[in-house]
């Protein structure tokens, strides 16, 4: 088998075999096909795509090109949860510890973030002490005992799909739909989980901009996981604006404790208790869709939800206090309002734009060994649809210098569009989709 012969086959549109696709894989993670031909093979496939077999089979050769994650000594079913990302996305923050509540098993692997805001690990680590650094045996006898454990991801988890994305990052081929999902669902099936979530996201603080192309990965993501076996269900959610009304890490964390407590923003409670329904409905814990909402209304309600945060938080060696008391996690040293500059109604606000205001703070990182401020952020008092006056506070900054502040306090205000007349606020969830 030659890369040539193979690299000319997906060039003229051919198929290519599960023998063909593993040969490639396995010889580029060995070393012994060279960048030059898989960057070639890679805008082959940008250009001529992939069918079903050909996904599922890239899929499942990048997943068990490292370590597969074994599960087995977890009782029941094990469910997952993934997001396509977007900005203030704290959803695991406030679901994870929903749904382990209402008897659903949550084994979830993370990771750390780049770019606007930190990654779960980074959120989580708000708590004092917490650690993601755990070892699989302590994981699994967590999930069993608690119900939920999170741990980050291992070096060893699907190798080639972190060599695959390094050379399409930098070759143009990052936006090809079978990439995409392969990428995506490579790591979730290395994870080990029997179901999983999918919360893709659509809009300008989305990967996928157009709705349309957002439900095409989502069908894309369900037929992988369901031809690898796995119970599989999708939300796509909106992403026009930030979620809820915090972007940054401790202030993300103060709100899912919020949520909770049954006192969340509107948008981010209707998406966790569509994205909690599914894995309840995904693990078995619940048969249709009704009773999923009670549970997790009850959850929240008697407080077992935020007592499960609290355990789980202390499981992983963070102070679990700080779940009763926010007032204890990190604070900003300046909190500065960022003042409308005229009466009218929030006609759009530039998720982009809110992202790079958290980075310019400290609340994300522009290169992987940057260090993250936990403190630091935004707090959006007006969302689209909402009427402000003059002078107004339209957010406030957190900040821990003077600089940083003026500085994203300019760019958030680049980020709000004020208008006359009233926008009216589109569906947090824009459809639900089910396994068949």
């Not at 949550?106 to 980074?122: F, N, P, Q, V, W």
């Not at 980050?152 to 990052?174: I, N, W």
């Not at 499981?315 to 909190?335: C, D, F, R, T």
Request: net charge negative; hydrophobic share 40%.
């Amino acid at each position: 088998m030659r890369m040539y012969d193979l690299i000319m086959k997906k060039r003229n549109g051919g198929a290519l075999s599960e023998e063909e696709i593993r040969f490639i894989i396995d010889g580029y993670v060995r070393g012994e096909i060279p960048d030059y031909q898989v960057s070639a093979l890679m805008m082959a496939i940008y250009f001529r795509g992939m069918n079903e077999k050909e996904t599922l089979w890239l899929t499942m050769s990048m997943a068990e090109s490292g370590e597969m994650l074994d599960l087995s000594g977890i009782q029941g079913i094990k469910v997952d949860k993934h997001s396509t990302g977007g900005v203030g996305d704290k959803t695991t923050l406030a679901l994870a510890p929903m749904v382990a509540a209402c008897g659903a098993r949550i084994a979830k692997m993370s990771g750390r973030g780049l770019g606007h805001t930190g990654g779960t690990i980074d959120k989580l680590e708000s708590f004092a002490g917490f650690s993601t650094d755990i070892p699989t045996e302590k994981f699994i006898r967590n999930v069993n005992d608690i119900g939920v454990a999170i741990m980050g991801q291992t070096r060893d988890l699907a190798p080639a799909d972190k060599l695959l994305y390094a050379l399409r990052d930098v070759t143009a081929t990052v936006d090809n739909m079978s990439l995409i999902a392969s990428s995506i669902m490579s790591k979730k099936l290395a994870s080990g989980a029997d179901a999983i979530v999918l919360d893709v996201k659509t809009g300008s603080g989305a990967f996928m901009k157009e709705r349309a192309d957002a439900f095409a990965l989502a069908e894309e993501m369900m037929a992988i996981g369901t031809n690898a076996g796995r119970r599989m269900m999708a939300v796509v959610s909106d992403m026009d604006q930030p979620l809820g009304r915090a972007v940054g890490n401790a202030l993300e964390v103060k709100e899912a404790i919020a949520t909770l407590r049954g006192k969340g923003p509107n948008d981010f409670t209707q998406l966790c208790m569509s994205l909690g329904g599914c894995m309840l409905l995904a693990a078995g814990i619940a048969q249709e869709e009704g009773k999923a909402r009670d549970m997790l209304e009850k959850v929240i309600e008697d407080g077992s939800a935020l007592a499960k945060l609290s355990e789980f938080v202390n499981a992983q060696g963070g102070n679990g206090e700080m779940v009763y008391h926010p007032e204890l996690l990190p604070k900003a040293s300046l909190i500065v309002p960022v003042e409308s500059p005229k009466d009218g109604f929030v006609h759009r606000i530039t998720c982009d734009e809110v992202g790079i205001c958290s980075l310019i703070l400290g609340g994300g990182r522009q290169t992987k060994e940057s260090s993250i401020d936990l403190s630091v952020g935004i707090v959006l008092e007006k969302k689209v649809g909402d009427f402000v006056k003059k002078g107004e506070p339209l957010a406030y900054i957190h900040a821990n210098g003077k600089e940083q502040c003026r500085a994203g306090l300019e760019r958030l205000l680049s980020a709000y569009e004020i208008s006359e007349s009233k926008r009216k606020e589109g569906p947090v969830i824009l459809g639900v989709l089910k396994q068949v």
